[in-house]
C-alpha cells in the first residue's frame, strides 16, 4: 500500500488558485500516476504526476499531464467528464463506509460523489459543495474536441475539507486515497493509477486499493 505525507503549507493560507498553481510550479515534489494495472487490454501510458499539499482549509492538488490526444466535450460540472482528458482523485475517511470521488476534464470541469461504491448510494455533491471546488487549468475553460498531437497541461485544484464533511480544526491523522489518469472516451482509452488496483477489468471504485495520506 502506497503512502504519502501531506505537509501543511501556509503560504496557500487564503490565495486565489492561479497563486496555488504558480507555487507548485515552483515548490514541492511530484509523485506519478504510473501503474499501468491492465497492460494487455490498455496499454497505452500518457505521463501524469501530481504535487499535493495542504493549506488550513483545504487539500490542493497540482496535476501535470503529458499524452497523445486531448479532449473537453464535458462544459457542465457532473457531466461525464471520465470521457474526455480526465484526472481524478479519490478520498475516504478511515472507518467511514462511504468515499468520496472527484473527477476532472482538462479543463477543470468536476463530477463528484459521495458513494458506498461505483454503483450503490451515489449522492453527486451538490451545486453548492461543487462550486466551492477552485480549479485553474493551462488550457482554459473552454470545450473542445479531440485534438491529435503530444500535448502538455496542468490542472490544479482546490477541495476544501468541509466539501468531504471534515472541520479543518479537527484533521483526522489520515485519509484513504488514489489518484487515477483517463480518458473513457478518447481515441487511445487509458486507466492509471497512483496505487495499484486488483481488479481483473478497469474499474478505480476499489478503496480496498487505496493508499494512505499523513496530514
Same mark, same amino acid.
Given at each position: 500500500?502506497?503512502?504519502?505525507?501531506?505537509?501543511? $503549507?501556509?503560504? /496557500?493560507?487564503?490565495?486565489?488558485?492561479?497563486?496555488?498553481?504558480? &507555487?507548485?510550479?515552483?515548490?514541492?515534489?511530484? $509523485?506519478?500516476? =504510473?501503474? /499501468?494495472?491492465?497492460?494487455?487490454?490498455?496499454?497505452?501510458?500518457?505521463?501524469?504526476? #501530481?504535487?499535493?499539499?495542504?493549506?488550513?482549509?483545504?487539500?490542493?492538488?497540482? *496535476?501535470?499531464?503529458?499524452?497523445?490526444?486531448?479532449?473537453? /466535450?464535458? =462544459?457542465?460540472?457532473?457531466?461525464?467528464?471520465?470521457?474526455?482528458?480526465?484526472?481524478?482523485? #479519490?478520498?475516504?475517511?478511515?472507518?467511514?463506509?462511504?468515499?468520496?470521488? &472527484? $473527477?476532472?476534464?482538462?479543463? %477543470?470541469?468536476?463530477?463528484?460523489?459521495?458513494? $458506498?461504491?461505483?454503483?450503490?448510494?451515489?449522492? #453527486?455533491?451538490? !451545486?453548492?459543495?461543487?462550486?466551492?471546488?477552485?480549479?485553474?487549468?493551462? /488550457? %482554459?475553460?473552454?470545450?473542445?474536441?479531440?485534438?491529435?498531437?503530444?500535448?502538455?497541461?496542468? @490542472? !490544479?485544484?482546490?477541495?476544501?475539507?468541509?466539501?468531504?464533511?471534515?472541520?479543518?480544526?479537527?484533521?483526522?491523522?489520515?485519509?484513504?486515497?488514489? #489518484?487515477?489518469?483517463?480518458?473513457? %472516451?478518447?481515441? !487511445?482509452?487509458?486507466?492509471?493509477?497512483?496505487?495499484?488496483? @486488483?481488479?481483473?477489468?478497469?474499474?478505480?471504485?476499489?478503496? +480496498?486499493? *487505496? +493508499?494512505?495520506?499523513?496530514?
Amino acid at each position: 500500500m502506497k503512502s504519502l505525507h501531506i505537509g501543511y $503549507e501556509p503560504r /496557500l493560507d487564503n490565495v486565489e488558485i492561479g497563486a496555488a498553481a504558480d &507555487f507548485f510550479r515552483l515548490n514541492g515534489v511530484f $509523485e506519478y500516476v =504510473d501503474m /499501468l494495472n491492465w497492460p494487455v487490454q490498455f496499454p497505452y501510458k500518457p505521463s501524469c504526476r #501530481f504535487k499535493i499539499a495542504r493549506s488550513a482549509q483545504s487539500l490542493i492538488i497540482y *496535476f501535470n499531464v503529458v499524452e497523445n490526444n486531448i479532449r473537453a /466535450l464535458c =462544459d457542465h460540472d457532473q457531466d461525464s467528464v471520465e470521457e474526455d482528458s480526465c484526472v481524478a482523485l #479519490f478520498l475516504k475517511i478511515p472507518g467511514e463506509k462511504n468515499y468520496f470521488s &472527484f $473527477e476532472f476534464n482538462c479543463i %477543470g470541469v468536476c463530477r463528484a460523489a459521495e458513494r $458506498e461504491s461505483k454503483e450503490a448510494h451515489v449522492r #453527486f455533491l451538490s !451545486t453548492l459543495r461543487l462550486d466551492s471546488i477552485k480549479r485553474i487549468s493551462t /488550457l %482554459g475553460n473552454s470545450a473542445f474536441t479531440e485534438k491529435n498531437g503530444n500535448f502538455g497541461w496542468n @490542472l !490544479t485544484v482546490e477541495i476544501p475539507f468541509s466539501v468531504i464533511d471534515i472541520a479543518f480544526n479537527d484533521l483526522p491523522k489520515t485519509l484513504l486515497a488514489n #489518484f487515477y489518469k483517463c480518458g473513457d %472516451g478518447t481515441i !487511445t482509452p487509458h486507466y492509471l493509477s497512483w496505487s495499484h488496483i @486488483l481488479a481483473d477489468q478497469p474499474d478505480f471504485h476499489q478503496p +480496498g486499493s *487505496f +493508499g494512505v495520506l499523513t496530514l
